[in-house]
């Protein structure tokens, strides 16, 4: 069974920056794509940044340019880094990843339970 656990969540002054990362527990075969959502306050959840397994990335328009999405393939990690920081990015930001545990296995989704960040003078 695979996990996914995020960390580096916070508050942050507008402007600041952040470093998310994601670990997968649990043995891994081939990670399709790598995704990071963000859910706010009465809103619905909207993918921010995608990692596919061609290395090609992804990113909503409204965080192009301030975001990254990376990974370490032989630690199972996933991050985001996160600059120059607006209050309209405070959400809880989660993890998701598509992946086969075994080389014959079925392709499944897992998802983190979600770290919060907020933007906040």
């Known amino acids: 069974q695979v996990q996914l656990v995020e960390s580096g969540g916070g508050l942050v002054q507008p402007g600041g920056s952040l470093r998310l990362s994601c670990a997968a527990s649990?043995?891994?075969?081939?990670?399709?794509?790598m995704d990071w959502y963000r859910q706010a306050p009465g809103k619905e959840r909207e993918l921010v940044a995608s990692l596919f397994l061609s290395g090609v990335t992804n990113y909503a328009g409204s965080v192009k340019g301030r975001f990254t999405i990376s990974t370490n393939n032989t630690k199972n990690m996933l991050y985001l880094e996160m600059n120059s920081l607006k209050p309209e990015d405070t959400a809880v930001y989660y993890c998701?990843?598509?992946?086969?545990?075994?080389?014959?296995?079925?392709?499944?989704?897992?998802w983190g339970q979600g770290t919060q960040v907020t933007v906040s003078s």
């Open positions: 998701y990843q598509r992946l086969k545990t075994t080389p014959l296995g079925d392709v499944r989704s897992y």
């Open positions: 649990g043995s891994i075969d081939t990670r399709y794509n």
